[in-house]
C-alpha cells in the first residue's frame, strides 16, 4: 500500500494549462480504471473532481480532465484561474477493498 | 442533501483509545460503502478502511489490527474504533461516502472532519 507518486508542486499562469500526474503501480493505476482526483483548498474538505479516470462529476467545470496511460493518471487544468490553486490529490482502487491516495500536489497560479 | 458529520476527535494519550463518529444524513450507510480517510497536519490524505453494503470491513496496514470500522444502522451512522493509538495516528479524521456504491470510482461526499491528536 505505498502512496502513489505526484509531483510536489506545479504552477501556471491565468489562462495558461498545467497537467498533474499521478505514478502508481500495475497494482492500483494500471490495474483498474478506478482513479478519482480531488480539490483542497486549506482548511477545507476534499472535493471531488474527477471519476472513473476522465469522468467529470456535474458542476465541475470542463476545463478539469483526466486522463491515463500505463501506471500513470493525469489531471489536466485548462483556462488556469485564481480560484484553482489548491492542493490536488489523486485516488485509485487498490485491489482487495482497499484504496490508495498520491502525496498531492500543490498547484500554485502565478 | 447528503450530509456527513464526524465527531469524537481529541487529545488522547498514546497507547489510548478513541471512538469517531460519522453521521450521515440523506443516503443510507448500509446501501453503499464508506471511508476514513486522514490527513496528518500538513500532509497528504491517507486511506485508512472502509466498510461496505455488505459489511465487509478493509484496513490500510498501518492501522490493521489497532482500528475497527463499523456501523449501526439504526443511527444511519459509521464509527471508527482506535486503539493503541501512537503519535503518528494524530491526524484530522474525513469520513467520505462512495459515489457509486457499484464501483470503485470516488468519494463524492467528504465531512468537515475531526482532528485526533495522540499525545503524552
Known amino acids: 500500500q505505498s502512496a502513489l507518486t505526484q509531483p510536489r508542486s506545479v504552477s501556471g499562469s491565468p489562462g495558461q494549462s498545467v497537467t498533474i500526474s499521478c505514478t502508481g503501480t500495475?497494482?492500483?493505476?494500471?490495474?483498474?480504471?478506478?482513479v478519482s482526483w480531488y480539490q483542497q483548498h486549506p482548511g477545507k474538505a476534499p472535493k471531488l473532481m474527477i471519476y472513473?479516470?476522465?469522468e467529470r462529476p456535474s458542476g465541475v467545470p470542463d476545463r478539469f480532465s483526466g486522463s491515463k496511460s500505463g501506471n500513470t493518471a493525469s489531471l489536466t487544468i485548462s483556462g488556469l484561474q485564481a480560484e484553482d490553486e489548491a492542493d490536488y490529490y489523486c485516488?485509485?482502487?487498490?485491489?482487495?477493498?482497499?484504496?490508495?491516495f498520491g502525496g498531492g500536489t500543490k498547484l500554485t497560479v502565478l | 442533501e447528503v450530509q456527513l458529520v464526524e465527531s469524537g476527535g481529541g487529545l488522547i494519550q498514546p497507547g489510548g483509545s478513541l471512538r469517531l463518529s460519522c453521521a450521515a444524513a440523506?443516503?443510507?450507510?448500509?446501501?453503499?460503502?464508506v471511508s476514513w480517510v486522514r490527513q496528518a497536519p500538513g500532509k497528504g490524505l491517507d486511506w485508512v478502511s472502509v466498510?461496505?453494503?455488505?459489511?465487509?470491513?478493509y484496513y490500510a496496514d498501518s492501522v490493521k489490527g489497532r482500528f475497527i470500522i463499523s456501523r449501526d444502522n439504526s443511527k444511519n451512522t459509521v464509527y471508527l474504533q482506535m486503539n493503541s493509538l501512537r503519535a503518528e495516528d494524530t491526524a484530522v479524521y474525513y469520513c467520505?461516502?462512495?459515489?457509486?456504491?457499484?464501483?470503485?470510482?470516488?468519494?463524492?461526499?467528504w465531512g468537515q472532519g475531526t482532528l485526533v491528536t495522540v499525545s503524552s
Open positions: 467520505a461516502k462512495a459515489r457509486d456504491r457499484y464501483n470503485y470510482g470516488g468519494y463524492d461526499y
Open positions: 440523506g443516503f443510507t450507510v448500509s446501501n453503499n460503502y
Open positions: 485516488c485509485s482502487y487498490a485491489g482487495s477493498y482497499t484504496f490508495v
Open positions: 500495475t497494482s492500483d493505476v494500471g490495474g483498474y480504471n478506478y
Open positions: 472513473d479516470v476522465t
Open positions: 466498510i461496505y453494503s455488505g459489511g465487509g470491513t
